[in-house]
């Protein structure tokens, strides 16, 4: 199975900040690697496609990088309504496996 | 817009049984590979199980391999994942997801479901 690192767990921010969050694959995975964004007590909603497409409707702010076994979102200029978790996903093979998450919390 | 609604969870005995559906509003559901994913309370997203669009290919979960079962009804938008055999530890919200953006031969996940809540307990 790829194991999906994330990294930090949790991160601490203020709102204007621009932050980048990192994930690394156990192994090599492509671009076959998508980002999530989870708010309490609601569903994940999708960001971010192929490592660096935005779905439909994610604003710009949000962007994706990477490819093989090390990626990254950065999210600039942070408002409240993006402090939440964020997720990355492998689906590459399977079984398709999730990062542990990352939360962000307003400082 | 799309909508996937999901439906049939509930409160259920270890070693009990229920079904879960889910029915998407849209037009092309039967183009789409659709998942199951799964988050116990307070924890992470865990995938669960994967149906191709024309439910010929089945893919699952070590954790759920022989007591989970997905379908899909494509004349009726549906999927539905089968469970029996239940654990304590399979106490989570249950999503379901489609898989509308491809590329490269693989497809990744689009709208996600509202979740039903799986509870198991004595």
């Known amino acids: 199975d790829i194991q999906m690192t994330q990294s930090p767990s949790s991160l601490s921010v203020s709102v204007g900040d621009r932050v980048t969050i990192t994930c690394r694959a156990s192994q090599g995975i492509s671009s076959y690697l998508a980002w999530f964004q989870q708010k309490p007590g609601k569903a994940p909603k999708s960001l971010i496609y192929a490592a660096s497409t935005l779905q439909s409707g994610v604003p710009s702010k949000f962007s994706g990088s990477g490819s093989g076994t090390d990626f990254t979102l950065t999210i600039d200029s942070l408002q409240p309504e993006d402090f939440a978790t964020y997720y990355c996903q492998q689906y590459y093979s399977y079984p398709i496996t999730f990062g542990q998450g990352t939360r962000l919390e307003i400082k | ?122």
């Not at chain 2, 409160?11 to 998942?35: H, I, K, N, W």
């Not at chain 2, 439910?55 to 029996?84: E, M």
């Open chain 2, 1 to 122: 817009e799309v909508q996937l609604l999901e439906s049939g969870g509930g409160l259920v005995q270890p070693g009990g049984s229920l079904r879960l559906s889910c029915e998407d509003s849209g037009f092309t559901f039967d183009s789409y590979a659709m998942s199951w994913v799964r988050q116990a309370p307070g924890k992470g997203l865990e995938w669960v199980s994967t149906i191709s669009d024309s439910g010929s290919g089945t893919y699952y979960a070590d954790s759920v391999k022989g007591r989970f079962t997905i379908s899909r009804d494509n004349s009726k938008n549906t999927i539905y994942l089968q469970i029996s055999s239940l654990r304590v530890e399979d106490t989570a919200v249950y999503y379901c997801v489609d898989h509308r953006y491809c590329h490269g031969g693989r497809c990744s996940t689009g709208f996600w479901g509202q979740g039903t809540l799986l509870t198991v307990a004595s």
